[in-house]
């Protein structure tokens, strides 16, 4: 992989994180319990989501 792709395919997986994170934000406090997530760990599981565990 290039200098260049690799930086593309960082700068992709970013903005897909930062945009799970801002999906999981948006969730009633109602929602994001039934679906058994605790705000504070929201980073954490978009991390792995995106990036893998």
Same mark, same amino acid.
């Given at each position: 992989?290039t200098l260049?792709e690799?930086? !593309?395919?960082?700068?992709? !997986? %970013?903005?897909?994180y930062r !945009?799970?994170?801002?999906?999981?934000n =948006?969730?009633?406090?109602?929602?994001?319990l039934?679906l058994?997530?605790y705000? /504070?760990d929201?980073?954490e599981? %978009? =991390? !792995?989501a995106?990036? /893998? %565990?």
């Open positions: 992989m260049i690799n930086m !593309k395919s960082r700068a992709v !997986k %970013a903005a897909q !945009k799970t994170v801002e999906e999981l =948006r969730l009633s406090r109602h929602e994001a039934d058994d997530i705000y /504070g929201i980073p599981i %978009a =991390r !792995k995106v990036y /893998g %565990a």
